[in-house]
């Protein structure tokens, strides 16, 4: 096998990935006989900002579901910094990758800042508080989705 094994201690490790390239190479994924995503490829390296625009039904959350680990395609690789995400641990995937859907429902108004903080839990051991590094990923992450001045208010009043 050419790749190494990305369930190794590399990506068990505490240690925070860098921001990673995410590759789509030939993604196909269909449910049933319904072709949703064929022969999809795209790089997005650290830092840019993508966006998927299209009707409803032509697979943009589907393409989302499988670059997040959740849905494995029929056929073609997701990879994050060189990792296949279907190929990871689930701890390993987590810390790579963390989703709030849009419509989530959650049953206390967290303020964002804690939504956020809840995407480091697979970077710490069970029972753990937040350690000053995940206060500072969390603030990088605000940042850099420039939501930094919505971190107080609670995510049930935040919109889309």
């Known amino acids: 096998m050419s790749e190494p094994d990305r369930r190794s201690d590399e990506w068990e490790s505490d240690s925070s ?3 990673a390239t995410v590759t789509v190479e030939d993604c196909s994924l269909s449910f049933g006989d319904l072709e949703v995503l064929q022969d999809v490829s795209f790089t997005v390296k650290p830092g840019e900002f993508v966006g998927f625009v299209g009707p409803n039904g032509a697979g943009k ?4 579901r499988a670059i997040s680990g959740a849905l494995k395609p029929d056929s073609g690789t ?6 296949d995400i279907h190929e990871l641990s689930s701890r390993a995937s987590s810390r790579l990758v963390s989703v709030v859907p849009q419509d989530t429902t ?3 108004s967290f303020p964002v800042r804690d ?3 809840m995407g480091r839990h697979p970077h710490r051991s069970r029972f753990s508080s937040a350690t000053p590094e995940d206060r500072a990923a969390v603030d990088r992450a605000l940042e850099r989705t420039r939501t ?3 971190a107080d208010r609670p995510i049930d009043e935040v919109s889309g």
């Open 17 to 19: 990935p860098d921001p």
């Open 61 to 64: 959350t589907t393409l989302l």
């Open 78 to 83: 997701v990879s994050i910094g060189g990792a």
């Open 106 to 108: 959650l049953s206390f």
């Open 115 to 117: 939504v956020v903080e």
């Open 148 to 150: 930094a001045e919505l």
